[in-house]
């Protein structure tokens, strides 16, 4: 499995995956499900993926071929006119990558070869979006409504999410809030694995504010998942106890 | 869906679970999940179920005749002589009954009419001990390590379950721990639903010390909602921000 979460709040976008990839439990490996890609000036677009590697990691590679040659390719990400473009090339693009991995005579084996993926970017002068992309190519887009999209073993990390997120939390909170979020669906799930890869795109800014790899002994990772643990438990103590 | 907990604690064991039963999301019911059975001075034993509830109510009902007239029929709950027996018991009628419910002809159906049960009980002279019974009626016993069970929607329940559970814990700190982890369930999920049912079996005393149907009204229920949300907010807010 794969835990990846992108956030929309007023000042750009924040994203955050894990790196485990897993077939089986004694076959693990950590691979980069974050990929970003930015014409200073122009434009800033990333991608989250989850799902099967080979899927994804053809998805990214086709794109970087395209994007190495984008005159003699329409679509790359390069010089799609808007975000919701970019969507829906990335989108055909996975429908087709996973039809020409399924054989047509083994029904059995659809679904192996699925995918899914969360697209975030800006294009000057537009706003920044943030996309779900599902196997099928097609896609929903983060609204005030439901500002966060998140792939892959997504329940653990979701009730903290639901109650803390806020459009207007700073990227520092939102980043906070993600390594809680990170920290729940580590401790309860062995194929969502450390390290981490954050990236930050501050609106109207079309480089990345802030990316990293947030490594298992990172001392700020290691403080919020102690202390978020010790607050938890203080939280609950603090909660009046049931009378029978 | 559901969710069931079983928990086991030094003084005793807690179960609790929903009580809503979804075919869609347009057909929507009420239905008892934990079921009680007891011999006073001499057994005490609680089924939580979850799964199709052909199936769930099926099993209920055979224990229920079986138990009415126990000198006709052999391994009764009533007459056998260990828990462990109990549970094999329990684990062939549940295989039994989903074997008959799924038609031989369509393998599709596999799956259609499987469910989970976790028994919890003690017998007289004997620990209380506490099952997770799978659909094909095997079972595993809860042991220091794993000290409680939950089935059906478990994730989100499940990461304040392994930070705050304590097997030295009172029964009212398992009641309200139990009444969160319920809380943020019933927050994510829509198949899960109130009113929740609970049962305390303490250790040694063969007639339930507590039992109760929690409506969704419930002013201890609502106190713990609403408290755990300002709690987990103040407690994210507690953390130290991330510095870029």
């Known amino acids: 499995m794969t835990y990846c979460v992108g956030l929309q709040i007023d000042r750009g976008l924040v994203l955050m995956s894990d790196t485990r990839t897993n077939s089986g439990v004694d076959y693990i490996s950590s691979f980069r499900k974050l990929h970003h890609w930015s014409v200073p000036g122009n434009r800033s677009i990333a991608l989250l993926s989850s799902g099967n590697l080979a899927t994804t990691q053809s998805v990214i590679s086709k794109l970087e071929e395209r994007n190495k040659a984008p005159s003699e390719r329409h679509n790359s990400l390069f010089d799609a006119p808007t975000m919701f473009q970019v969507a829906t090339t990335v989108g055909e693009l996975l429908r087709e990558t996973i039809r020409e991995s399924t054989p ?53 990390g979701r009730p903290i999410l639901i109650r803390a997120f806020d459009r207007g939390m700073s990227f520092e909170e939102a980043i906070k809030l993600l390594m ?28 990345p504010l802030h990316q990293r790899r947030i490594l298992e002994d990172d001392p700020y990772f290691r403080t919020i998942s102690s202390g978020w643990s010790e607050a938890l438990r203080k939280a609950f103590e603090g909660l009046p106890d049931y009378e029978m």
Chains 1, 2 share one sequence.
Do not use: C
């Open 180 to 207: 809680v979020s990170f920290d729940s669906t580590l401790k309860a799930n062995l194929s969502v694995g450390m390290p981490l890869d954050l990236l930050v795109l501050e609106r109207d800014s079309f480089e």
């Open 104 to 156: 047509s005579d083994s029904p059995e084996a659809s679904g192996t070869f699925t995918a899914s993926l969360i697209l975030a970017g800006q294009i000057s002068g537009m706003e920044p979006r943030l996309f779900l992309i599902y196997p099928e190519g097609n896609f929903i887009e983060a609204s005030l409504d439901t500002p966060f999209f998140q792939i892959g073993e997504t329940k653990y």
